[in-house]
């Protein structure tokens, strides 16, 4: 596993990881996008080749720190806009132009390349399309959205918006935010919690703030059915039983049901007795998702 550091916009630096397996592939380059509190570490189940759920020894990967998380810097100012999902999905463009750009990586897209978002990072993964030059579009192979945030405007109660601006203020709120709202501890090690601790604290303060306060508001729908439609794409969605962040059912009607109504092939899976941090409750469900692809 490498690491590369580019730079986005002003003030905006994004960390990837990188992996490539050891030999040849014709398989699309899969890259991760995070949820709001996690980092590029949230997929190490999926791309750490000493796991068993790896997928490095057959794909090429790409784990996204998202601005202001992780090892990723992203505007101390923000205006109400530096952390729009629609600013998130211009990095991930100008990654990807990057990459393809770069003589020693441009040979990860050979084989075009799948974004897989989980919870912010697939509202960030849907928006994507639109801020990609035409012939990246062209490469793209389609969606795994895993306990998706839904591309319409979701707001909350101003007391749920409270509880989540200090989930992850302090070592101990994140804890308990993960053990009685996130995840279901018996899927998870005291590793994982640690890892997932280590992650939530990385983010910025306004990279914190911004996905409660305005970020899950905004409504990306009309920047996704074009493309839908155009291409036809696959999109796979995957639901924890017992999620309580993004239910299964608010996943089906508007993510599901919205991206039908767009044209996109849509399959819809839910994991039993897993909540909302799939990637780490349940990793080989994730996988077996990416291996269609």
């Not at 790409?62 to 101390?76: C, E, H, N």
């Not at 239910?247 to 039908?260: A, D, F, G, N």
Request: hydrophobic fraction near 40%; charge should be negative; charged fraction near 20%.
């Amino acid at each position: 596993m490498s690491s590369l550091f580019l730079s986005t916009a002003p003030d905006t630096s994004l960390h990837i990881r990188l992996t490539r397996p050891s030999t040849t592939t014709t398989k699309p380059l899969i890259i991760f996008l995070h949820y709001w509190g996690g980092s590029s570490s949230t997929w190490h189940k999926l791309t750490a080749t000493d796991s068993k759920t790896s997928l490095s020894s057959e794909y090429p990967t790409a784990a996204v720190d998202l601005r202001g998380w992780g090892k990723s810097t992203g505007p101390q100012n923000d205006d109400g806009s530096a952390y729009l999902v629609t600013a998130m999905a211009s990095d991930i463009a100008s990654v990807l132009s990057q990459l393809q750009a770069d003589d020693n990586n441009k040979d990860l897209l050979n084989d075009g390349f799948v974004l897989v978002g989980h919870s912010m990072g697939a509202k960030v993964a849907l928006a994507t399309p639109s801020a990609l030059p035409d012939h990246l579009l062209k490469q793209l192979k389609g969606f795994v959205l895993v306990a998706p945030a839904p591309p319409t405007p979701l707001v909350l109660p101003p007391e749920m918006k409270q509880q989540q601006r200090v989930a992850y203020e302090t070592e101990a709120s994140v804890r308990w935010t993960v053990e009685n709202v996130l995840a279901n501890r018996d899927r998870l090690s005291e590793e994982d919690i640690d890892g997932i601790v280590r992650g939530s604290l990385s983010g910025n303060a306004p990279a914190k703030a911004a996905w409660p306060v305005y970020g899950m508001e905004q409504d990306i729908s009309d920047r996704v059915p074009e493309r839908l439609r155009e291409h036809g794409l696959p999109v796979r969605v995957l639901v924890g039983e017992l999620d309580v962040v993004e239910p299964k059912e608010r996943v089906q009607t508007q993510v599901c049901h919205v991206l039908e109504g767009m044209g996109a092939h849509v399959s819809f899976r839910s994991v039993e007795g897993v909540k909302h941090l799939i990637p780490l409750e349940a990793p080989g469900a994730v996988r077996d998702e990416i291996l269609a692809f």
